[in-house]
């Protein structure tokens, strides 16, 4: 096995075996889904109206919440440095790790969407809108949410500060994943797929480098 | 030079009272750490 | 290429330099300040606008300044990540505390403006959206120097927060106004400053550049007496 699909593995099996990231997150977006039409009321048709909007910012924020962890924990106790001596670069590392974290967050949030769409009254074109565009965007949510983590890694309140610095970040994913529902609901083409797609695929290719490089000033010091 | 701004005084004057207050207490604030710690850094060096 | 600017990158030259050339600054910053608020009062009202046009004068300055402060600050997080120099470490810090305030002057300025002219306090359009983008920018970036202890570690990290701020900036305008023309149809009143407003808007501009100036250098100064002070308490 090579080390890149070995640490991608072994960060999987971490967070479904500690009963940790990828379930919390996914209890997180259904009680998002469920206290937002407990708050706004029970009128279908606004509910549909904001529906994507609301989903997409409930699964952003529900990514975020294992997002601490993804380099803190084995900063903490040491696997980092192991990780950083290992054939594998640190900029491959950060890429597996941010795939780890799609496959377990960002891929069942994304599953668990046409689902929590019923409780906004989403038409059929609107709920395949959705999951497709929280398929191409988690990716995004994941990458950039990881530079985030590698600059907070140190930190003892990191999880604080991390939704802080990321979320700004993230208003280009959020308003594009949302225009697509929109795109469905009012049929007038606006070209999100597009732009989401590409904001989607800059982000992950480029944050595994930005992200090493804030894993190494971390473990610089 | 005319003061008479109705019938907008009610939203000229403050946006020109928060930007004083605001960019007039960045200004004090600033000088005053730097008075500060010129006046420590002065006493540490004569003992 | 930058030798020029490292025979002022060192700290003692750095204070000399800077400390010779303040005084010159803010009686220039004040004389400006003087003329842009006699020549505002003094513009004859807009047929459009009325006197509100005296908002636009502070508004637009600060708003301008909201994004020319960022790139002040990642010019220097360049140079605090490629030559590690300690005098852009502390240019770095020292302009976003400055940048967050002009971004806020900008919001509430600008909605005080909108109050009269659309009627709301406040609206989703895309600048003013932006603008508030930018505020959480900056207050991000403070929040994790402010959380670093070791103040070295704290420059690089947050230099790196700031170029990547820096590079979604131009996608956050971008998807924004793409947002904004999707969610109204009609154009809404902005804010309008030639003619006989644009002297007058010219020279607030000026002042706030000054200003700017002056505080930063302040600031910078500041901070770098407070190291030395604490360098000199550790050793003895």
Redesign the interface.
Known sequence: MTPFLALLTRDLRLSVREGGGAVLALGFFALVATLVPLGVGPDLNLLAKMGGGILWVGAALAALLSLDRLFQADYEDGSLDLIALSPLSLEGAAFAKIAAHWLSTGLPLTLLSPILSVFFGLSGSAVIALTMSLAIGTPAVSAVGA?GAS??L??R??GL?LP??V???L??AV??GA?MV?EAQTGLT??AVG?LAA?SLAASLLSPF?AA??VR??L?? | MNFDLSPYGAFIWPAYAVSALLLGGLTLWAMARWRAVKAKLATLEKT | MFDWLFRYANPARFMGLSGALLPWLWSAALLTLATALYLGFSAPPDYQQGRTVLILFIHVPAAIMATNVYACMVVASLFSLINRHILADVAARTAAPLGAIFTLLALITGSLWGKPMWGTWWVWDGRLTSTL?QF??Y???I??WN??E?E??AA??CA??AL??AV?IP??K???D??AT?HQGESIMSGNLAGPFLVPFLVMMLFYMLLFVCLWLTRIRTLILERRLRSLMGAA
């Open positions: 530079i600059l907070t140190s930190l309140r990191g500060i802080l610095i979320l700004p970040l208003v280009p308003m594009f225009g929109l606006n070209g732009f904001f930005v490089q804030g000033l971390n610089a010091g | 983008v959480f920018l207050l991000g970036y929040a994790l959380a670093i070791d070295t570690r690089r990290i790196v927060l990547v701020g979604n996608i956050i971008f998807s924004v793409w947002w999707l």
